[in-house]
C-alpha cells in the first residue's frame, strides 16, 4: 500500500532547496498523496509545524514549495497531504505554507506566478485574517490567529 502511495509523485532535483515534487499520474482533488509519518525535528527551512512547538521532518513536504495557489492541502489533523484540486501528471505538487507554519525562519519572496500571490511569504503570523480566510489552514494556525487577537486588545 505504502508503495503504490509513492507512485503519486517523484522528486526533480537535488539539492534541499532547488528539490521540487511533481505528479507522476494523474491525481483527482481529495485523493490522498501521501500519508504522513510524524518524525518530530527542531524547526529549520525543511520542517513543517504541526502544533505550536512541534515541527516534523517529511522527506515528500521537505520537497514542497510554497505556492500561493496550491495544487495540496497538508491536513495535519489526518496525518495527510490531499490533492487541493485536480493534478495532472508533470505538475508540481505544492501547498501554502502559512497554512502550517506561523512563523518561518527562512522567509522568502513569492514568485509563484499565481494572480493572487501573497509577494512576501514568512508565516501566517504576518498575513492579514481577511487573507488567511481564503485558505484552508490547519487549526494550530487558527488557535494562534485567535491568540494574536487576544494579546492585541
Ligand atoms: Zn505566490
Redesign the pocket.
Known amino acids: 500500500m505504502t508503495q503504490q502511495l509513492i507512485d503519486f509523485y517523484r522528486f526533480v532535483g537535488n539539492q534541499d532547496c532547488d528539490r521540487k515534487a511533481v505528479a507522476t499520474v494523474k491525481i483527482k482533488k481529495g485523493q490522498v498523496i501521501k500519508n504522513i509519518n510524524f518524525v518530530f525535528s527542531p524547526q529549520n527551512f525543511l520542517t513543517v509545524q504541526a502544533g505550536f512547538d512541534k515541527h516534523i521532518l517529511d522527506e515528500l513536504l521537505a520537497a514542497m514549495n ?3 495557489s496550491p495544487t495540496a492541502f497538508v491536513n495535519l489533523a489526518k496525518k495527510q497531504i490531499i490533492a487541493e484540486r485536480d493534478i495532472a501528471p508533470g505538475e508540481e505538487i505544492t501547498f501554502f505554507y502559512p497554512s502550517t507554519e506561523w512563523i518561518m525562519v527562512r522567509p522568502f519572496q ?5 494572480p493572487n ?3 512576501k ?1 514568512s508565516g501566517a503570523e504576518d498575513l492579514p485574517i481577511s487573507l488567511l480566510k481564503k485558505y484552508e489552514i490547519n487549526s494550530h494556525i487558527k488557535q494562534s490567529i485567535l491568540e494574536s487577537i487576544y494579546k492585541k486588545r
Open positions: 510554497h505556492s500561493c513569492c514568485k509563484c506566478g499565481s500571490c501573497i509577494g511569504v
